[in-house]
């Protein structure tokens, strides 16, 4: 294997997603996840080519988890491992690209997690974890909000008094800009448009969902916001609810801070809607034997993500086209199909056969002839974290 390869880490609260990504190749040469650290129950999953195997981690946290990996990752990466690209997903202002860790980064990371406390902290501790096992390989941390820091001031401010925003950084920084760069930049090279004159809605709809319009290669607005809570319906999380709500559940029923927190960022969402699940594939199988949660949970869905798709074309001076990407994005006909038949008046439709056969990895257009381009692209956070990574250390 040539010495390009890249360790990707993506570290949650109690887990840790990991890939080892060379950029020259297609297939990763090694990804897994560990799962549950901290609990009895920690355990990791990998997959190295055709194999896959599993592992019992009782009561390991992220750095035994992540020292367990590491002479997997050094016998699969041949000796050749280049460097370590971390995901982090609060980089507030001060990131507007990928950065090399050192102590000064670190310490701007270690200030922004107020922004993101659900987030940073644990990101930070797959960036711990890893200088204290690997001391002399350079590490770099890819920010979410990165991307999105070309977004115009009139789409990023908050109708606020500006001491909120001057004094505590409080404005709309989006999300899943990692993925939303991704999949625009491979949309213009499937249409045989380039990156720097062509204009993108996206639909990156994973457990979390957001939407993006890109212009020219930058982001100029997304649906999320100073938290990854705000915009469309997502798994678990609400989306945009009245921001009177909290003091409306703080008043009627005596809830809690935390309370209204639990509720908007893991209680609703289509599991909320549907009162069944937060996975889109149990509920298209609900729906299909007639469960109305499952049905109306589909349908809020998609009607939100239209509205906030029409809502990101004030953003696109034309249309080039609409990409659908993450887990539901590129699987699932029916949001697609339901979700463009919302945006009729942009001349949107569906290919149904197209539609029908997108699904599982491919990539390609799906609209019906004579209208505007709709693309399916699956994304690939892990790959384009290696590439920005590789880009910096070279
Ligand atoms: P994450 O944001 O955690 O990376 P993914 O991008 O993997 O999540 O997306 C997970 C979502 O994709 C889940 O709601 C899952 O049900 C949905 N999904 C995956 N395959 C299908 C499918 N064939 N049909 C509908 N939804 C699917």
Known sequence: MPARTILVINCGSSSIKFALVNPAQAQFALSGLAERLGSPDAQVHWQQG????????????????????????????GGQLHG????VVHGGEHFTAACRLDPAS????????????????????????????????PQVAVFDTAFHQTLPEHAYRYALPEALYREHGVRRYGFHGTSHRFVSQRAAELSGLAV??????????????????????????TSMGLTPLEGVVMGTRSGDVDPNLHSHL???????LEQIETLLNNNSGLLGLSGLSNDMRSLEQAREQGHPGATLAIEVFCYRLAKSLAAMSCALPQLDGLIFT?????????????TVAHLRLFNLALDQQANARTIAGLAGPIQAAGHPRVLVVPTNEERQIALDSLALLN
């Open 50 to 77: 055709a194999s896959k195997q599993h592992l019992a981690l009782p009561a390991a946290d992220h750095r035994a988890a992540l020292a367990q990996l590491l002479p997997l990752v050094q016998s699969a990466a």
């Open 84 to 87: 370590i690209g971390h995901r």
């Open 106 to 137: 670190l310490s701007v990371i270690r200030a922004t997690a107020p922004l993101a406390p659900l987030h940073n902290p644990a990101n930070l501790l797959g960036i711990e974890a890893a200088f204290k096992l690997f001391p002399d390989l």
């Open 196 to 221: 720097a004159a062509s204009s993108w809605l996206v639909a990156h709809l994973g457990n979390g969902c957001s939407t993006c319009a890109v212009v020219n290669g930058q982001s100029r607005d």
């Open 250 to 256: 703080a008043r009627t029923l005596g809830w809690s």
């Open 326 to 338: 993450g887990g539901i994005g590129e699987n699932s006909p029916l949001i697609r199909s339901k």
